[in-house]
């Protein structure tokens, strides 16, 4: 787009031909880290509709995650986002940053952190500290998580995999199987990193994705709340 941009306005005089690649990256940079200010900042407010999403979901039994590992400055923008929030609805809410996915069980098992033996020996011990009940459900849970290790270290974009690795630890945090959540998405790899894992799907509209299409997601909706999307509606665009 940025090519385009150019093209179309055209170049600074005193840039090279050789160099316009270095300078879009470079513009590139800078529209991202001025981003990041901007989110990490209170000039972004909620958008409309969130908070009463949220109070909706807890009034309907419905676990909260917010996703932000996958920032780049996710652990300030969680932040952010909790003092908007109101310190009223932070007891409803779990924000999932780069701390609670390295403590997830998956992102141990995919990061390498705080795993000393090997993976076979790691399940056998997860196996052991439960009931038999409990054994099946966590056996099961760690034999699908290394599967999917294997994919995404073989088949996933470093970006993908940092997003598959979040949304499952979002999963374990909450206490549900990733099939059993929804992601509420605002871009194009959160879709694809859904898809991947078997997690239905919500595109939540913006002017960067007005003329996107998600033919994996279940549906786009462009707000929360009223004729858009409400607790009641996400569950039957699960179902449909």
Known sequence: MLLLYFNQIGWPSSLPTSEKASFVKSVLR???????????????????????????????????????????????????????????????????????????????????KGVSSSLEEQLVKE??????????????????????????????????????????????????????CVLVAGSQPGVSAAKMIGMPCVVMRSSLTARGEFPSAKGVMDGFGGADLTIPKLRNKIKS
Not at 35 to 54: A, N, T, Y
Not at 82 to 98: F, S, Y
């Open 127 to 180: 196996v052991k500290k439960a009931a038999s009940a409990e054994k099946q459900r966590i056996a099961e849970e760690v034999a699908s998580m290394l599967k999917l290790s294997v994919d995404i270290d073989t088949t996933s974009s470093e970006r993908l995999e940092k997003i598959v690795v979040a949304l499952r630890a979002a999963a374990e945090h909450i206490g549900l199987p990733v099939n059993n």
């Open 30 to 112: 800078e529209k991202k880290n001025a981003m990041d200010e901007f989110l990490i900042s209170k000039s972004l407010p909620l958008r409309s509709g969130v908070q009463e999403f949220i109070d909706n979901a807890y009034t309907e039994k419905v676990p909260v995650a917010i996703v932000t590992a996958y920032c780049k400055s996710g652990d300030k923008v969680a932040l952010s986002i909790v003092e908007m929030l109101g310190q009223e609805r932070l007891p409803n809410v779990k924000v999932i940053g780069d701390n609670e996915v390295e403590q997830s069980m998956y992102g141990q098992l995919v990061l390498g």
